[in-house]
């Protein structure tokens, strides 16, 4: 009865890990949103898949153990195991394709350059506790100052067109403006309830449709447009645009037509 019980809370522990792992997940792509302006490779999605999948098998383990510790029904897990070596090696292939989402330079490994790093990373944590908290109840931001960051955002977008930029992020805005990234990330998430992501894909989405209005499209193709505009990718592009227009970009462009 003991390794039944022992059994029941293998089950049940493997059912709150992976649940605190799908929150987690949810809360970086909370955070890449405010700091990128394309998550294509960042997302970590094939995590959520291989979290999914083991939540799956957890939740089948659950059921199988319930039956053998209340209802005596005698079922080998020996499955359960087998399926291991799946995963772990879908971890594997994954872990070492996936593309590095904070990076800091470090070229030759001299304690200069060590003393560098701990200062960046410093630098780093500071400002992502400061994005993290959602009430930025340690920011002196008024309302004036925000309309005024708003103000310097719209510029730079209409001016310099710099979500054209795929790789645009948080800090090559704030480094352009000379405006902390907390300050910015305030502004759009408190002044115009918005995340980063969708503040610069939103003007990708019209530099698109004003494209598809001039005729670009008799010359290019859908994807080719929506790269020059600044999208790195056929899926993200697709899920912003129809998220926003209602449409898929196909389907938009019908309606141009039929209204001229």
């Known amino acids: 009865m003991c390794l039944k019980h022992l059994s029941l809370s293998g089950a049940i522990s493997g059912l709150l890990y992976c649940i605190i792992t799908l929150l987690a997940l949810k809360e970086h792509k909370k955070q890449i ?22 939540f799956i098998i957890w939740v089948v383990a659950f059921i199988l153990v319930i039956l053998r510790v209340i209802v005596q029904i005698e079922i080998t897990l020996s499955w359960f195991f087998v399926s291991i070596p799946f995963f772990i090696s879908y971890i594997g292939y994954h872990g070492f394709t996936q593309q590095v989402i904070f990076q800091l330079d470090n070229n030759e490994g001299t304690l ?66 000379k405006i902390p990234q907390h ?14 992501y969708d ?42 645009f129809k998220n926003i227009t209602g449409k898929s970009p196909s389907a938009f462009k019908k309606t141009l037509h039929l209204n001229t």
Do not use: P
Request: a neutral charge.
């Open 112 to 177: 200069n350059n060590q003393a560098e790093i701990v200062v960046e990373n410093q630098h780093i944590n500071k400002e992502q506790a400061q994005l993290n908290d959602s009430s930025y109840k340690k920011s002196g931001l008024q309302e004036k100052d925000m309309e005024r960051i708003f103000i310097a955002l719209e510029n730079s977008m209409k001016t310099d067109s710099l979500f054209l930029q795929e790789n645009l992020s948080l800090q090559d805005l704030s480094e352009n403006l």
């Open 33 to 54: 949103t405010n700091l990128f302006s394309n998550i294509k490779g960042i997302s970590l999605s094939w995590i959520g898949k291989l979290v999914n999948g083991i």
């Open 199 to 240: 503040y610069i894909n939103a003007y990708r989405v019209e530099a698109f449709i004003n494209k598809l209005q001039k005729g670009d499209s008799d010359k290019f193709s859908l994807l080719g447009i929506a790269f020059d505009c600044g999208f790195n990718s056929k899926s993200s592009f697709n899920r912003v």
């Open 183 to 196: 300050h910015i990330t305030q502004t759009l998430n408190i002044y115009k309830g918005l995340s980063f």
